[in-house]
């Protein structure tokens, strides 16, 4: 499968416990987004990075989450001190920029997470 | 703050109707509009972009777009219930999509 994949699909955990997400993009994707999307609303944007830089974060991402993509491919979203405000499905899209920009973003399954 | 909104719906139309699907959005520099389907469980796909004012057909999807409006539609012709899903409207910032909160489209036999 050469499409984004997302591990775990789902986790459940206790409030107060930390969680890591994993994403890995297409492979010669340089682009990789992270949105947060809950029942009955559209994706939520989280964060991006252009290769291995995180280049925005939005203003939702608050300091108990942070994400990283050392080396350019995969990412990672971890959340510290998980809320039951943190329930969503995490989901990681990616896309190849510079050429001819379709502007379509590839998104994997999602992480679904919930908080007790 | 960038917004986009949608009707949540849902909208309901019987097999072979046209099935519109209006947007509006409140950043005028925005130049890149997008809708995507989501089946209920599953991820968001990308089914029509457009960038300039006027109609894109693609098989049975029309997007349409008036800038000075600040208004996106879909129309789906000869609707089948496996178009059953939610459609999501985006539009596209300097470097990031904003989504609306979606519509809510059942196509009944």
């Known amino acids: 499968d050469t499409g984004v994949s997302q591990d775990p699909r789902h986790k459940i955990t206790k409030r107060g416990q930390n969680v890591t997400f994993r994403c890995d993009p297409i492979s010669e994707h340089n682009r990789l987004y992270w949105y947060r999307q809950t029942l009955g609303q559209g994706p939520e944007f989280l964060t991006y990075f252009q290769n291995e830089a995180q280049l925005e974060k939005s203003r939702l991402l608050s300091d108990r989450f942070s994400a990283e993509r050392p080396k350019g491919s995969f990412s990672t979203l971890e959340i510290q001190r998980t809320e039951q405000g943190d329930s969503a499905m995490y989901l990681c899209a990616s896309i190849l920029t510079g050429g001819i920009d379709t502007g379509e973003l590839f998104f994997g399954e999602g992480s679904r997470l919930t908080v007790l | 703050q960038k917004e986009v909104e949608q009707n949540s719906g849902p909208l309901s139309v019987p097999e072979g109707a046209i099935a519109s699907l209006n947007c509006t959005y409140s950043?005028?520099?925005?130049?890149?509009f997008f809708w995507y389907r989501q089946y209920s469980g599953k991820s968001p796909e990308l089914i029509m972009s457009i960038y300039s004012n006027g109609d894109k057909e693609d098989g049975r999807f029309t997007a349409q777009l008036n800038k000075a409006s600040q208004y996106v539609s879909l129309l789906i012709r000869d609707s089948q219930p496996s178009d059953s899903a939610t459609y999501l409207c985006?539009?596209?910032?300097?470097?990031?999509?904003?989504f609306g909160k979606g519509t809510m489209l059942l196509v009944s036999p």
């Open positions: 985006a539009v596209r910032g300097y470097s990031t999509l904003t």
């Open positions: 950043d005028r520099v925005s130049q890149s």
